[in-house]
């Protein structure tokens, strides 16, 4: 029984996510790479497998990357590698850049078509010091391949190459990331290129969350405490359904898809409070989440989503170092021919920055059929109440633009 | 009665007498009789108040209302019973309060049968209503007792001001709180023409309503009050004659307390004969009251309001403004 007595105003969901992907390398290679199904699914699985090595360190923290991001990274890094280094990250990533540059190609552009046009943003850049004699093949690929665009930029002044940066950054981002690089990041002695990769992401729901009806509600977060945070609520047609880990460990999981409907939220909440995240976190892969398609149902259900903020910036190293990828930080070993035979360079940070706003902005009022949402039964509830992981995937390649665990909004 | 006292001997052989004179009440009228039949609006109920109401549980978790019309039966709605879901997870809980508390009073039977009306097909189409058979009777009590159900000749008044009660939604997406009473809201009666009058004011294209033959509205067309996910299957109860009878069951509605969307229930009197004849539960002729005044003024005054500045005349602009500020004060008082 309602007795509220308020006309609510029509509410708009909205979510934007901007991303970066920042990779600082003292002589280095790269640009970025992704490819068509299987190929952009071991790009995307390389990057959870990045995610997997850094909530190893921070179970507790908000944590935000782009698989995709990091995959295009690495292809960039491995068009300019040779040797060992090349070896390394060709077996990490399980394939080959050249010959597949056709089809990262196609994945990247079907990322960032018209369709999506308004949804996300992608934006590549290498900086390159004026000194350095950069071999033209591999600008000319990165650019074909990643979209990638090139400067020259003179770091022996680090503050003013910072700014350079930074304000490239926030226009490509629209002015959602303004500050990604600090200068002691820069060695004005040592740093020969820097590389951006800058995802921007803005997505509109499909059924859009009224804001009347977001409420603050109670969370409770990885540390044991309760929060009271902004809830978004809405009754309305979703895919869900459950399954369990190898371990036994049950969780739901639930699509909700952007305006355009090539590109959806996945949200993966153990079933038990008494379950940590690093229960399910092992368990997660492309083909994990592929398989929860056939599991999945169309219900009436009623969704409770915190609206949140999160920014994490990572430093790629050392989860990369743990999978194997060493060579190309060690400047003793470090082979990046590819890119300059002028001077011997290797990789010193890479740097990835993501944030996420979750909101209620969308494109429509509530949904899909206008009959299965005037019932007055009451639907099952899904109540991101407590830690979870979500997906931003896009659908058509099975790019994993986004992922993250939030424990605590 | 209201008196605090001692019982003495004396008050004692008064009560008996006054029980027995309940009884013999209820002898006569073997429905539609609440120990405690008081109004109000947008409140917790009192126990007993409501002994017909019934909550339908699907795998332990409330899902709907529904009404007792007999030892056996208990009548919801068709759309509470999706073909997808077991039969056997079904329960109903009868006399029951608060839905989070223990109370000795309520019982919990599961289902026989779920007989879902012919006609029903999908949600907001005819037909949404169901029979459940208890799979075993229950004993009437203080707190469980049937509702009278209307003869198929029945008619309510428009603007007769009946009540729903259900354990739903108090505001759209904001589930009642624990230790969940029951809530009981009282809402006028609104004909079927006039509603779909009002749902076709500012109606999304694409997402027509329209209310059924077998239906009929109740609620206020300023919004505010109504009932919500979670109440759908409940009683909404009209007092004629000393009596309550289940005029309609809660269906649906757009939204929840949305201006010009009244709530929807189930015309109970259209399937009198359907429920006589799978339940064998007498429906009950409903004595007159007042005649029927028709209520379209209900939707029309919208539209000529809605028109007259259109007109360019000077007083309705500054009025407007005016009456749209009382009309914010006045929800904020009613929160």
């Known amino acids: 029984i309602t007795d509220c007595r308020l006309a609510l105003p029509e509410g708009t969901m909205d979510w934007h996510f901007p991303f970066f992907l920042v990779a ?42 782009s698989p995709h991001g990091i995959a295009s990274v690495l ?41 999506n046009k308004d949804i996300v943003t992608v934006a590549n850049a290498m900086f390159l010091n004026n000194s350095s004699k950069i071999e033209v093949p591999f600008v000319a690929r990165n650019k074909d391949v990643f979209q990638c665009k090139v400067w020259n930029l003179n770091f022996e002044y680090p503050a003013a190459a910072c700014d350079s940066i930074n304000a490239w950054v926030k226009n490509e981002t629209r002015g959602m990331i303004d500050s990604l690089l600090s200068p002691d990041l820069i060695d004005g002695m040592l740093t020969r ?12 729901w499909k059924s859009r969350f009224r804001p009347e009806n977001t409420k603050k509600r109670t969370f409770v977060a990885a540390d044991g405490k309760s929060y009271q945070v902004p809830m978004l609520a809405q009754l309305s047609l979703f895919q869900s359904g459950s399954t369990s880990t190898p371990g036994g460990f049950w969780y739901n999981f639930i699509e909700l898809p952007y305006h355009g409907d090539s590109i959806s939220m996945l949200i993966a ?84 920055k993501a944030k996420i706003e979750v909101s209620e902005d969308g494109t429509k009022a509530s949904a899909v059929t206008a009959a299965i949402l005037i019932a007055r039964s009451s639907p099952p509830w899904f109540i991101v ?25 | 009665m209201a008196q605090r006292a001692d019982l003495g001997p004396k008050r004692l052989k008064a009560v008996a007498i006054l029980l027995l004179l309940g009884s013999f009440r209820s002898g006569l009228a073997s429905c539609g009789v609440a120990s405690q039949a008081r109004v109000t609006g947008g409140s917790s109920a009192v126990p007993g108040q409501w002994p017909w109401q019934v909550s339908i549980l699907f795998d332990g978790t409330h899902v709907c209302g529904g009404s007792l019309v007999s030892e056996k039966w208990v009548l919801s709605a068709a759309h509470c019973f999706p073909r997808e ?143 919500c996910q979670g109440d759908s299957g409940g009683p909404l109860s009209c007092p004629v004659g000393g009596l309550w009878y289940l005029a309609g069951i809660v269906s649906w509605g757009d939204a929840c307390g949305a201006p010009n969307r009244p709530g929807v229930y189930t015309l109970t009197s259209t399937y009198a ?3 006589h004849h799978q339940a ?54 009613e929160l």
């Not at chain 1, 390398?25 to 995307?44: A, D, W």
């Not at chain 2, 203080?142 to 008619?155: D, E, G, K, T, V």
Request: proline share 7%.
């Open chain 1, 24 to 65: 600082t390398v003292t002589l280095p290679s790269l640009c970025l790479q992704f490819n068509p199904q299987p190929l952009e699914e071991l790009g995307s699985d390389i990057g959870i497998q990045v995610f997997n090595q850094i909530v190893k360190s921070r179970p507790r923290d908000n944590v935000v990357i």
């Open chain 2, 85 to 227: 879901h077991q039969k056997e997870m079904y329960e109903v809980r009868l006399g029951a309060h608060q839905l989070d508390s223990f109370t000795p009073e309520a019982e919990v039977r599961t289902v026989a049968h779920v007989l879902v009306h012919p006609s029903y097909q999908q949600e907001g189409s005819q037909g949404d209503i169901a029979l459940l058979r208890l799979s075993s009777p229950v004993s009437f009590s203080r707190y469980i007792r049937p509702i009278c159900l209307p003869a198929a000749n029945a008619s309510f008044p428009n603007g007769l001001q009946c009540t729903v009660t259900g354990w739903g939604y108090v505001a759209s997406s904001v589930s009642l709180q624990a230790p969940r009473p029951l809530q009981q809201l009282e809402v006028p009666l609104i004909s079927r023409e006039t509603c779909n009058c009002l749902y076709n004011i500012n109606v999304k294209p694409g997402e027509p309503h329209y209310i059924q033959q077998d239906m009929v509205c109740a609620g206020y067309v300023k919004g505010g009050k109504d009932a």
């Open chain 1, 75 to 115: 292809g960039m890094l491995q068009l300019g590698a040779s040797g060992r280094t090349k070896l390394q990250l060709a077996t990490m990533m399980k394939y080959n850049v050249n010959g597949l540059g056709k089809i990262l190609k196609k994945i990247n552009k079907a990322i960032i078509s018209k369709k």
């Open chain 2, 273 to 275: 004969s359907w429920i």
């Open chain 2, 280 to 333: 064998e539960v007498q429906p009950r002729v409903v004595g007159q009251t007042q005649e029927s005044q028709p209520d379209i003024g209900l939707c029309r005054n919208h539209l000529a309001f809605a028109s007259a500045p259109a007109r360019g005349r000077l007083g309705p602009i500054l009025l407007l403004p005016l009456a749209l500020t009382l009309g914010l004060l006045h929800a904020h008082w």
């Open chain 1, 269 to 352: 909440l153990p079933s038990e409070s008494s379950t940590p995240l690093s229960a399910i976190i092992p368990h997660i892969s492309t083909k994990t989440i592929d398989s929860w398609k056939s599991m999945m149902v169309p219900k009436r259900v009623q969704v409770i989503l915190p609206k949140f903020t999160a920014v994490t910036q990572t430093d790629l190293k050392e989860p990369l170092k743990a999978l194997g990828v060493t060579d190309m930080f060690d400047p003793s070993k470090a082979n990046f021919a590819k890119i300059t035979r002028s001077e011997n360079l290797h990789v010193s940070h890479i740097l990835q």
């Open chain 1, 385 to 409: 109440d407590r830690p979870f992981l979500f997906f931003i995937r896009h659908n058509p390649t099975g790019a994993f633009l986004f992922m993250g665990q939030i424990n605590k909004p």
């Open chain 1, 193 to 204: 290129m820097v590389l951006v990769n800058a995802l921007y992401f803005k997505g509109l």
